[in-house]
Each structure stands twice: as C-alpha cells, then as structure tokens.
C-alpha cells in the first residue's frame, strides 16, 4: 500500500494546510517536486474511491453551485471535521480490548474518513480554482469594459 508522506516542515503552513496538500496530491497522483511514482493498481483503486466519494458529495450538497459559496476557512473548518472524526476512529484502533471483527469495522471506518478527507480537499481545491477562474475572467471583461468605456469618451471629446 503507498504512503501519503505528510511534510512538517514547510514553513509558513498549517498543519491542516500540509495535509490537504498532500492528500490532493497523492489523490491526484502528481507527486511532489523530484518525486517520481509509478501508478500502481492499490493507488488506482484508491483514486476511484476518491472519485466515487466526490460525486456522492456532490450528488448530496449539490455539486459546484453549493460549494462555491464556501469561504477557504469554511473548508478548513469541513475537513478539520473530517479529520477529528479520523482521528477519533485511530484513537480508537489503538484500544488493546477490540476483538477481529471489531478491529475490523474500526478499520475499515478510519480508511473511509480518510477518503473522506481527501474528498473533501479537493472539492476545496476544485471550488477554489472555479472561483478564482471567474475571478480572472471577470477582471478581464471589467478591463475590456473600461477601455471601451474611454474609447468612446475619446470619440466623443474629439467631435
């Protein structure tokens, strides 16, 4: 199974930040800078899951129109959840009385959280690119705008 390294030491970044970084990243299967990764059949897999979680979200929250209206710190706020609910799952795992079966279902419910928030980071970062893509078309119709506003201004100072 491929491991997700988490960098602690960027500087500059929140922990959380690191993470969802590094989740978008193994997620999407572009490795870090220098890094070089085969795609194995266990990271296919678990790049389907991903997807599958993402348009479930989207088929419950209602795709892009919902997620657009989120502020960055909303969605830190949405995968903080995630991750506590995560981390209670391990937390839970690391208990000596749990029998197989048990041990079982704590697994298998950690690993979903952890789709979960990977799921969730990239619906940030598809929602952040959306936004910031209108951002840019935006300012570029306002400029396209303005210059036409003068050009007329000129003609009409000239007449």
């Not at 070089?36 to 929250?61: C, G, N, S, Y």
């Not at 119709?141 to 000129?154: M, P, T, V």
């Amino acid at each position: 199974m491929p491991t997700v390294r988490i960098r602690w030491d960027w500087p500059g970044e929140s922990r959380l930040g690191r993470l969802a970084m590094d989740l978008a990243h193994a997620a999407t299967n572009k490795p870090h800078k220098g890094a070089k990764r085969e795609q194995t059949v266990e990271m296919t897999k678990i790049h389907e899951e991903i997807k599958t979680e993402r348009l479930r979200q989207d088929a419950e929250w209602g795709g892009s129109t919902h997620d657009d209206v989120h502020e960055p710190e909303k969605w830190c706020g949405f995968l903080r959840h995630q991750l506590r609910l995560a981390d209670r799952a391990a937390c839970s795992l690391a208990t000596d009385e749990i029998t197989g079966g048990e041990e079982q279902a704590l697994i298998d419910g950690y690993r979903e959280r952890l789709i979960k928030v990977a799921a969730v980071a990239i619906a940030a970062i598809e929602s952040l690119d959306r936004i910031m893509q209108k951002r840019t078309g935006s300012s570029d119709k306002e400029a396209e705008f303005a210059k036409r506003s003068i050009g007329r201004a000129n003609r009409r100072r000239k007449k």
